[in-house]
């Protein structure tokens, strides 16, 4: 089945090292996205990249980092890790809206909770 | 700045019961709705969505209805079931003019059902 899958689903780091959160996707979707998901809240947008093409969201902290290295790919790299970014990272993908398409649903994958020590 | 509310925070239903799980918006120019539900420990799954040039839609067990005059936005669930259970989550299109969906989430409705 065609999906959105997310690796690790439980990371546990340390305060200040770094850690990448993996994202792969068999839909084939132009639109890969982060978000973050703290404990009883909405998720929040931390970026996005269509194709290639990488949209930061203007309140994301430097800290966040994301690569994209071909379409079925994308990473969350947290660079120094704090006690406050301890959160449900979600990755969520959609076509884009390029062509004729005129709404673009996203699909979520699972989501990897991370705990900062 | 645009922003997507939920009038109530938890919702007790009786199993067997309907659910309405209601969602206020304020950018009058959002042209795509979602709800989603999200069960613990789990990723938000798309239940429906409904573009803004309707004003109903309906799935299994599920109708979406959308108010623009008052922007306003309710999930009905049908004979609402113990698998109900979770957090729902509306959700708007921001940018209806970009090439890529920019969803803003409302606060999420916490769902429980009672035997």
């Known amino acids: 089945d065609a999906m959105v899958i997310q690796n690790p689903r439980y990371q546990v780091t340390q305060f200040g090292k770094p850690v990448t959160l993996s994202c792969s996707q068999t839909?084939?979707?132009?639109?890969m996205y982060w978000y973050q998901q703290k404990s009883s809240q909405a998720p929040k947008l931390l970026f996005h990249y269509y194709d290639k093409d990488f949209n930061n969201e203007a309140d994301t902290p430097d800290n966040f980092q994301s690569r994209r290295p071909n379409t079925s790919f994308c990473f969350l790299d947290i660079r120094s890790p704090g006690l406050g970014d301890a959160a449900m990272y979600l990755c969520a993908t959609s076509r884009g809206k390029r062509g004729v398409v005129d709404t673009d649903t996203q699909y979520f994958g699972p989501g990897t909770r991370l705990t900062v020590l | 700045g645009e922003s997507v509310g939920l009038h109530l925070p938890t919702l007790s239903v009786q199993e067997g019961d309907n659910s309405i799980i209601n969602c206020a918006y304020s950018n009058s120019a959002s042209d795509y709705f979602i709800w989603y539900k999200q069960e613990s420990g789990k990723g938000p799954q798309f239940i429906i969505d409904?573009?803004?040039?309707?004003d109903k839609r309906q799935g299994q067990r599920v109708t979406v209805l959308l108010n623009k005059t008052v922007k306003h936005l309710s999930l009905q669930i049908a004979a609402t079931q113990p698998g109900d259970s979770a957090v729902y989550f509306c959700?708007?299109?921001?940018?209806?003019?970009?090439?890529?969906?920019?969803?803003?989430f409302g606060s999420g409705t916490r769902l429980s059902i009672r035997p």
């Open positions: 959700a708007e299109n921001s940018e209806p003019y970009s090439s890529a969906s920019k969803i803003i």
């Open positions: 839909l084939n979707h132009n639109v």
């Open positions: 409904i573009r803004s040039n309707m």
